[in-house]
């Protein structure tokens, strides 16, 4: 299958709630990194893995974190929602550790209440 | 300062104008230069990568690096409605890459 898939499209959840995101990378693809995205504003990165383990971070809290598994598909989990984290996460895939051609997701719009 | 600066617009133009677009960095590390295109509801999809400095053209796509300058452009020529989306520059070293605030673009019939 090629292309990226994320899932689910939209949801809803309230203050200090938790969610889990998911990604279905493009195969062959080992690296997965995942961005948020606010209204308005371009991608701010969250993290990468690469063959299941994180190899980079950026300026996001601890209650962000991820799983990547061997079958291509990832996850991105957030704890103790906050208003703030209501955004477009977009998953992103690339051919290996350092790569510079991401292919990326429609993204899943989470909105906080 | 942000380390990557794009005017998020928005620009209005009609159809078979030439646009161009514009992003400022201020890592000289930045190695890698990309111009995505996000069209509403959808994620970005790659348009130009461009290594180091120089010029690099695609079809009525032309992408410029000037490191000397920390200056990426995206020139469309004969601009059609179906370019209206939003634009995203996008830059990286190797690690993880940093993104413009995109220029939203809309070209009228």
């Known amino acids: ?113 | 300062q942000k380390e990557v600066e794009q005017d998020p617009g928005p620009l209005s133009v009609p159809e078979g104008a030439i646009v161009s677009l514009n992003c400022t960095y201020s890592n000289s590390a930045f190695q890698y230069f990309m111009w995505y295109r996000q069209y509403s509801r959808k994620g970005p999809e790659l348009l130009m990568y461009t290594y180091s400095s120089g010029n690099k053209e695609d079809g009525r796509f032309t992408a410029q690096v000037d490191k000397s300058s920390k200056y990426i452009s995206l020139f469309i020529r004969d601009s059609q409605p179906s370019d209206s989306a939003t634009y995203l520059c996008a830059m990286t070293w190797g690690g993880d890459m940093r993104f413009g605030a995109g220029t939203r673009l809309t070209v009228k019939p």
């Open chain 1, 1 to 113: 299958e090629t292309g990226v898939t994320q899932s689910p499209t939209h949801l809803i959840k309230t203050r200090g709630q938790q969610v889990t995101l998911r990604c279905s990378s493009q195969s062959g693809h080992n690296t997965v990194s995942w961005y948020q995205q606010a209204l308005g504003q371009g991608p701010q990165f969250i993290f990468q893995y690469y063959r299941e383990e994180e190899n980079g971070r950026g300026n996001f809290p601890p209650r962000f974190s991820g799983l990547q598994f061997p079958n291509y598909s990832s996850e991105l989990n957030v704890n103790a929602l906050e208003l703030d984290d209501s955004a477009l996460y977009l998953c992103a895939s690339g051919e290996d550790s350092g790569a510079n051609v991401l292919t990326f997701g429609a993204g899943s719009r989470l909105t906080v209440l």
